[in-house]
């Protein structure tokens, strides 16, 4: 058997920082909301200043893939990549770039993809194109959890790169591939990479009991009108109780002790999320958009009940599975993700990790560097210090105007460094102030 370790990446859609029981959130009437997932915090490392590459979904999984900023590549720059793309050659991930999978495969890992894509549609892109083995899941950023249709009312569950029409509750059919996919690995002696995108608690709001409500939704995905807090902390639950399946049959295979297994978010939360202490959510790049959970768990190598407040980006995770793997980046393709491994064998080996972020949506810009974090939205520019004010009420712009000119010359380096947004770049957003109040 391969002393190499087996990687699982695991991303939630749209999870907020402290929906978690292990991130500070409260438990639901039920119970605990997240008793599986604490659990792997309890048994593995912890980190509480991680960051997502974007505050939405699609520019995150462009640097999850490449571990590169997701600024390098056109489909990125749309804000998401919505359903109007279907057809599109240019908004996705370029198959000839390569990516986490591709590597890996390319160095004797088996790979798939079990659930959310959003990288492009066929036959342009797809999971199959860019590294992955096997795919099974849908290819646009939201469908509904019962009829597996998108926003515009087309049916989005594949099987590889053909439409697979399945039964049953989105969640639990990702969760089952998964089990099934790692017990068949398993029987191997040769090493895995999954990736397990789960689409919970994204929109609309259903729970294993809501099968009735999908066929009134009709199509409004958006479900602008439903849900509750009650209901999306049922969402979280769901998912919990299929990574803790997940968990489950990597021990009865005798894999869990050599398996590297990541957890995080591909952004912030949404409505009905909870992002305390932090401000803001899906789409702002105040902390609440982008501080995300990571949670760590390698028995082989994580010491348990660890926390660590190293400073990284989801990039910087892809980074790191390479590493682990032992996996060299394309010479052509340099990575601008910085393996955590160091960190992973000793949390307290903490080192500087300046990071940076830009959206279209509102001119917003953000660099944190250290305790310090320079933000802009609407044209206007703010200085906050996270590490006293992680819900950045306090604005030192005008107290320590030094600093805030050397932060806003530090992104604007960086920026001038990576493409600029194109023109015809877009924004797409779900819903507005005339649906319900601003933040």
Not at 119 to 125: C, D, E, I, M, V
Not at 399 to 414: I, T, V
């Amino acid at each position: 058997m391969s002393s190499r370790p087996n990687l699982i990446f695991i991303v939630a859609d749209d999870l907020g920082y402290a929906d978690l029981g292990c991130y500070g959130g409260r438990d639901a009437e039920f119970g605990r909301v997240s008793p599986v997932l604490d659990r792997m915090a309890a048994h593995g490392l912890r980190f509480t200043q991680g960051y997502s590459n974007s505050p939405v979904c699609s520019p995150t999984r462009f640097a999850l893939m490449t571990a590169r900023w997701q600024y390098r590549l056109r489909g990125a720059a749309e804000e998401p990549i919505n359903s109007k793309s279907r057809g599109s050659g240019t908004l996705g991930l370029p198959p000839e770039h390569p990516t986490l999978p591709s590597l890996l495969r390319d160095a004797g890992y088996r790979t798939a993809l079990i659930g959310k894509w959003h990288l492009g549609y066929p036959p342009a892109f797809g999971p199959l194109a860019s590294g992955y083995e096997e795919f099974f899941g849908p290819m646009s950023g939201g469908v509904d959890y019962f009829t597996h249709a998108d926003s515009s009312g087309r049916h989005d569950l594949y099987e590889g790169s053909a439409e697979q029409p399945s039964e049953g509750y989105l969640t639990d059919l990702i969760t089952q591939r998964a089990v099934d996919w790692v017990q068949r690995m398993s029987a191997g002696p040769v090493p895995f990479f999954l990736s397990l995108h789960y689409t919970a608690p994204h929109w609309p709001w259903e729970t294993r009991d809501d099968r009735e409500l999908a066929f009134k939704l009709n199509g409004s995905l958006f479900h602008l009108a439903g849900g509750n807090v009650p209901t999306y902390r049922r969402m979280i639950h769901h998912m919990d109780e299929g990574i803790g399946a997940l968990l489950e049959a990597l021990g009865q295979a005798g894999r869990l002790d050599n398996t590297l297994v990541v957890f995080t978010s591909d952004n912030g939360g949404e409505r009905f999320s909870d992002n305390w202490p932090l401000v803001g959510g899906k789409m702002d790049l105040t902390e609440g958009g982008i501080r995300v959970p990571y949670i760590v768990q390698w028995p082989a190598v994580v010491r348990a009940g660890a926390t660590s407040v190293q400073h990284c980006l989801t990039m910087d995770w892809s980074a790191t599975l390479l590493d682990a793997a032992g996996v060299a980046a394309h010479p052509d393709y340099p990575l601008d993700g910085v393996s955590l491994l160091p960190v992973l064998r000793d949390p307290q080996a903490v080192r500087a990790r300046p990071m940076h972020w830009r959206m279209n949506h509102r001119g917003q810009r953000a660099h944190r560097d250290g305790d310090w974090k320079y933000l802009r939205v609407d044209g206007h520019d703010y200085l906050f210090n996270i590490a006293d004010d992680e819900r950045e009420r306090a604005n030192h712009a005008g107290q320590d105007p030094q600093r805030l000119q050397r932060m806003r010359l530090a992104w604007e380096d960086w920026n001038a460094s990576l493409p600029p947004i194109p023109d015809d770049a877009t924004v797409s957003l779900g819903y507005s102030v005339k649906d319900m109040p601003q933040r």
